[in-house]
């Protein structure tokens, strides 16, 4: 749907605003390609790391592991980089633009993090592991402190392909990386047992059956290593001089972003270790919670994705449109039009969620009843992407903070509280509380510091529309019977989503997709 759609948004309006049709075209053509970049390879790292590992784990804490794991990486990213990915936007772009200073301050600054951590992990990787109830796994903290080191550092190399309009080698590397580190995944959880049970004994040497878990993490480390090398060329681009009242405004700018996106991250993955810490008293048993719930989880990614994708690409445009004299009309017709896609990808993923689940495998499929509160979740975050690039805008990245953490201390309370009463659930509400909060808080604040005209009535009624026909479907469950019908019934409701939805907004979808 993603790429039938939006290369068609294009026109804003009319056309005494011809400019900002080609603004658009140009958003939207790269929200596609960006798309492409992180839609295919999380589709592919989906396919790889939800159907193929829950069909290959046989035991489901190890799927718990597995999520562990990556929240914890995931946070430490957002240490190594310091905020300095969203610090180069700011200052490599705009009026007082300095990409070559601002490329090299924040690539060295990362350099000096990730080696400094990367040390640090090295020398209390024991302790490390006994804290994450892994004591006999000690090579996990070696392997992890290595490919959070490698990611931070590609980090910088990545935004200036955004930042200098090139999506196309940004998109080739990270398909590159999730393809590369599936061919090693099959070939370690597949090659292997498949050449030893035809008589290749010499692949003993190299490999242990009993360590699956053990050579999808190697096999990221692989990856990752590799991209490093392709990304060289760019890499070499960084100048070896220092200005330190430079990189000490980046850095007072960036640190603050780091803490929306350190707070970012425990809002969207660290339920899976508070489940692990807090759900029951077997470590075990809470692993294998957690490992269920994050595979179901894992069905509201399209969701996701398009949200990644978009905040990709929107980004850069809304640093680099923040000059313009409708500046505020150009997001102000963003949000709307994200809220129109959000609600059908949400509409779209509900509906068809009878066949979406068979991607888990059968251990696997028990809370999906926890779709909807994270699909609504991840609208909230999509939305709220919108409404708060006032703080990067207006250099009030400190409130931006402030909403972000009060976001994390909602997660982190509800979690604590209601986690062992009401169980797994709990982590989605969470999610959609938080989210809701960081939404109204983003809109209300920055209509203070920089007003938007959002157009609040018809972001709603997307939404509210959205979930009157989704509530029309699980009435209509009632009645139907098998999957055949059931189908039928959900493929008449979306496209009566779909008409309406373009019966009402024809006018204004007119002046912006360019339907002739």
């Known amino acids: 749907?993603?790429?039938?759609?939006?290369?068609?948004?294009?026109?804003?309006?009319?056309?005494?605003?011809?400019?900002i049709m080609s603004v658009f075209k140009k958003l939207a053509g790269e929200t596609v390609i960006y798309g492409i970049s992180?839609?295919?390879?999380?589709?592919?790292?989906?396919?790889?790391?939800?159907?193929y590992l829950t069909y290959k784990f046989?035991?489901?804490?190890?799927?718990?592991?597995?999520?562990?794991?990556?929240a914890y990486a995931a946070m430490l990213l957002i240490v190594y980089r310091l905020g300095m990915e969203t610090s180069f936007f700011r200052f490599a772009t705009g009026e007082k633009a300095n990409l070559e200073k601002s490329y090299s301050a924040s690539s060295q600054t990362i350099l000096?993090?990730?080696?400094?951590?990367?040390?640090?992990?090295?020398?209390?990787?024991?302790?490390?592991?006994?804290?994450?109830?892994?004591?006999?796994?000690?090579?996990?903290?070696?392997?992890?402190?290595?490919?959070?080191?490698?990611?931070?550092?590609?980090?910088?190399?990545f935004a200036r392909f955004r930042i200098e309009r090139r999506p196309v080698r940004f998109a080739s590397l990270k398909v590159f990386n999730t393809l590369f580190t599936i061919v090693l995944?099959?070939?370690?959880?597949?090659?292997?047992?498949?050449?030893?049970?035809?008589g290749w004994q010499d692949v003993f040497r190299f490999y242990d059956p009993a360590k699956k878990l053990d050579y999808v993490f190697m096999s990221n480390l692989i990856a990752s290593a590799a991209v490093i090398i392709l990304l060289i060329p760019q890499i070499m681009k960084i100048k070896l001089e220092f200005d330190w009242s430079f990189l000490k405004k980046m850095i007072l700018y960036g640190l603050p972003m780091a803490l929306v996106g350190a707070a970012g991250v425990f809002n969207q993955s660290f339920?899976?270790?508070?489940?692990?810490?807090?759900?029951?008293?077997?470590?075990?048993?809470?692993?294998?919670?957690?490992g269920v719930y994050g595979a179901a989880a894992k069905l509201a990614l399209i969701m996701n994705l398009f949200t990644v994708a978009y905040t990709y690409a929107a980004e850069p445009f809304f640093f680099t449109s923040s000059t313009r004299s409708d500046s505020r009309e150009l997001y102000a017709s963003s949000a709307r039009l994200f809220a129109m896609f959000g609600s059908v990808f949400f509409l779209f993923i509900l509906l068809y969620q009878d066949i979406i689940v068979f991607v888990l495998g059968p251990n696997f499929r028990s809370e999906t009843h926890v779709l909807p509160i994270l699909l609504m979740s991840y609208i909230?975050?999509?939305?709220?992407?919108?409404?708060?690039?006032?703080?990067?805008?207006?250099?009030?990245?400190?409130?931006?903070?402030?909403?972000?953490?009060?976001?994390?201390i909602i997660t982190i309370a509800i979690n604590f509280i209601f986690i062992?009463?009401?169980g797994v659930v709990t982590a989605a509400w969470a999610s959609f509380v938080c989210y809701a909060f960081m939404m109204m808080a983003g809109y209300l604040i920055g209509q203070k510091y920089f007003p938007v005209p959002y157009n609040l009535m018809k972001i709603g009624y997307y939404i509210g529309f959205a979930l009157i026909i989704y509530v029309t479907n699980l009435y209509l469950r009632r009645f139907t019977d098998g999957l055949p019908v059931i189908l039928s019934v959900n493929s008449a409701l979306f496209l009566i989503y779909l008409l309406m939805i373009y019966i009402t907004e024809k006018k204004w979808l007119i002046g912006v997709i360019r339907l002739k």
């Open 112 to 157: 000096i993090t990730s080696v400094f951590f990367t040390i640090l992990f090295i020398i209390f990787a024991p302790q490390v592991a006994d804290m994450l109830r892994y004591p006999d796994k000690v090579e996990y903290v070696y392997w992890f402190a290595v490919i959070i080191a490698l990611d931070a550092l590609s980090a910088i190399p």
């Open 271 to 290: 339920s899976i270790p508070i489940i692990k810490y807090i759900l029951g008293d077997n470590i075990t048993q809470n692993l294998a919670a957690a």
């Open 420 to 422: 062992p009463i009401a």
């Open 58 to 70: 046989s035991e489901q804490s190890d799927y718990g592991i597995y999520l562990d794991l990556y």
């Open 380 to 408: 909230f975050l999509g939305l709220y992407y919108n409404v708060a690039i006032w703080y990067k805008i207006k250099d009030r990245t400190n409130i931006g903070a402030l909403i972000s953490v009060g976001g994390a």
């Open 38 to 51: 992180n839609i295919l390879p999380r589709i592919l790292h989906y396919v790889i790391f939800t159907f």
């Open 1 to 19: 749907y993603l790429s039938v759609h939006l290369p068609f948004i294009s026109v804003l309006f009319d056309q005494t605003k011809i400019d």
């Open 185 to 198: 995944v099959v070939f370690f959880l597949d090659v292997c047992p498949y050449l030893i049970d035809h």
